[in-house]
């Protein structure tokens, strides 16, 4: 069930008196960045195709593009006549104050004025038309995003088969710390009564209640039982998250987090070369895991 952040879609589609081109494509991120890269002369689309990917897509840097263009034989263009008003009138003031100022000021050709920016609207049509392009452009979104989400879902299953195998060797490894440190229990016991006899040997007049709780505190630290049962306890949880339904990944950060804890606890209490060489390579395939994580949605 495991979703990858990353994932690409393209669509084409026609209709309303336009032909458009979809294209969505994302990188993995640690929230969700929408950029949406829409054609100007498309009003009032922006709001609801953020919502709807909203709806769909809950981590990654997401671009989605769309490139649009009227049909031959479609309106193109039209004249703005509220741009149109002002821009005249604003000429009509410069003129008059040119004039008082005796300074001689050139007329705009027509195709001067209709170059300015606002002035042309390159929609063309009126509401009605616009609003019917803007419904079939955003029901055609849909298609598209069952196909981006097929596409970060296929990717997400080749990332779950990765981390399914970490998770193994995880497995592995634990099981190797686990015989190891009962192996080395007798070794462990034999060198705490060493340092007991020695410690006693030389404690005239300490408090032996104390030296005796020192001595437990040092056969506490180098107790590998919790850290052995908590990576247990992580590997299920792991193999948990790779089931679930839904967006894992911040989850998934999390545990890796504590996995990392555990190998690293382990290796400070190791006292023992096999041990140690155990928890390093924990450290090694927690590291790779959770590289592997970064792309999970």
Excluded: Y
């Amino acid at each position: 069930m495991v979703t990858s952040m990353t994932g690409f879609a393209s669509r084409k589609g026609q209709g309303a008196g336009a032909s458009w081109a979809w294209d969505i494509r994302s990188v993995n991120g640690k929230g969700l960045d929408l950029r949406l890269r829409l054609p100007d002369w498309i009003d009032a689309l922006e709001a609801p195709l953020r919502a709807e990917l909203g709806k769909r897509i809950h981590r990654g840097n997401v671009s989605l593009t769309l490139k649009a263009a009227r049909e031959a034989g479609a309106e193109t263009v039209r004249l703005n006549p509220v741009v149109l008003d002002a821009v005249l009138s604003v000429l009509a003031e410069v003129e008059e104050r040119a004039a008082l100022k005796g300074v001689t000021v050139s007329p705009p050709t027509a195709a001067e004025v209709l170059s300015l920016r606002g002035v042309m609207d390159p929609g063309g049509g009126d509401e009605d038309e616009a609003g019917a392009l803007r419904e079939a452009l955003l029901a055609d979104l849909a298609p598209l995003l069952d196909a981006f989400a097929a596409a970060r879902r296929a990717e997400g299953a080749a990332l779950a088969h990765v981390i399914a195998g970490q998770i193994d060797r995880i497995e592995t490894l634990t099981a190797d710390a686990v015989r190891e440190a009962e192996a080395r229990r007798d070794t462990m016991a034999a060198t705490l009564r060493e340092n007991l006899s020695r410690v006693l040997a030389n404690s005239e007049g300490v408090d032996q209640t104390r030296v005796a709780q020192e001595l437990a505190m040092l056969a506490v630290k180098a107790d590998v039982t919790e850290e052995i049962d908590r990576l247990r306890a992580h590997i299920a949880a792991a193999r948990a998250l790779l089931s679930e339904k839904g967006a894992v990944g911040r989850k998934f950060d999390f545990l890796m987090q504590e996995f990392n804890r555990e190998a690293n606890t382990l290796c400070s209490k190791a006292q023992a070369i096999e041990l140690t060489r155990i928890g390093l390579d924990l450290k090694t395939v927690i590291d790779q895991m959770r590289e592997q994580v970064q792309n999970v949605e």
